[in-house]
């Protein structure tokens, strides 16, 4: 179902994400964003004194290149486009994410190693997106396999259709329904 129809409003910003998943052909998987802002009208600061209708105020991406276990062997961030002259300076600083492992914890220690002014709030919001288009392309890479396209580690009790007691747990992974395991059978 759509949203309601809106109340009458002018556009002031505008915020794209893309997320791409993909399968290299060495069998790493890279997952590449792009974060770009935009105004529909003319502004400025002090680092760029014109900033025109369109033209990005924030154009970022960030690249992710992951094993099969989802852990991080590079992570390369660049910003093309930013409001401060000074703000590229920090891309090279997500690297450090390098060694990580997408699952339960990944954002807190992602963001740990890149907090405050060790890193970029538009970069590190990226994270999050980035993990879960990760998932979403291991799924896929398991199902092109024949493998089982995963277990519910790391799923159940995270959103509303895997809740302990949702019938899309107890379909999938029975064992995990109610939140208890199975009884053996006898």
Known sequence: MPLSPPADRTALHTRRITIHGYQRTDGLIDVEAALTDTKPYDFGNEDRPLIRAGEPLHGMQMRLTLDDELRIITCEASMDYTPYTICPGVAPNFAALAGLQIKPGFLRAAIGRVAGTAGCTH??????????????????????????????????????????????????????AGGRAAAPAE
Not at 130 to 150: D, E, N, W
């Open 123 to 176: 970069l590190r919001e990226l994270l999050q997106q980035i993990a879960t288009t990760a998932f979403q392309t291991a799924y896929s890479l398991r199902v092109q396999r024949g493998m089982q396209p995963g277990s519910s580690d790391g799923l159940v009790g995270t959103c509303f259709a895997y809740a302990e007691d949702s019938p899309v747990v107890t379909r999938r992974w029975p064992n995990r």
